[in-house]
């Protein structure tokens, strides 16, 4: 079992930046995939990030097209934090953000999920 409480939303302006945290409960967190998805009002929840740990030494991320470059993920394993870092913040990235965790990418969607963080975004 594993829960999720996410933090960090909230108002900010056209360029601005913010960061998201996931704090993670239950042995499996670590050694499972993180991902953030969002779902803005009326649409449908869209991936936004993953990240896997080899069990070793490496992290490997995923991005959508249109956070790459301005969206990192991280996973801190020791304190069971996930975050978002996000840049050059745009009116459409204005959403609701959930963050996620299942044990491949492939299983996040009948994975575990937070309540979800709300972004807006003011242009």
């Known amino acids: 079992q594993v829960q999720l409480v996410e933090s960090g939303g909230g108002l900010v302006q056209a360029g601005d930046s913010l960061r998201l945290s996931c704090a993670g409960s239950?042995?499996?967190?670590?050694?499972?995939?993180l991902a953030w998805f969002r779902q803005a009002a009326g649409k449908e929840r869209r991936f936004v990030a993953a990240i896997e740990w080899n069990g070793i030494n490496t992290y490997y991320t995923y991005y959508a097209e249109d956070v790459k470059g301005r969206f990192t993920i991280s996973k801190d394993n020791a304190n069971n934090m996930g975050y978002l870092q996000m840049n050059s913040l745009k009116s459409e990235d204005t959403a609701v953000y959930y963050c996620a965790s299942a044990p491949t990418i492939a299983s996040l969607k009948s994975g575990y999920w937070g309540q979800g963080t709300q972004v807006t975004v003011s242009s």
């Open positions: 239950g042995s499996a967190f670590g050694r499972n995939v």
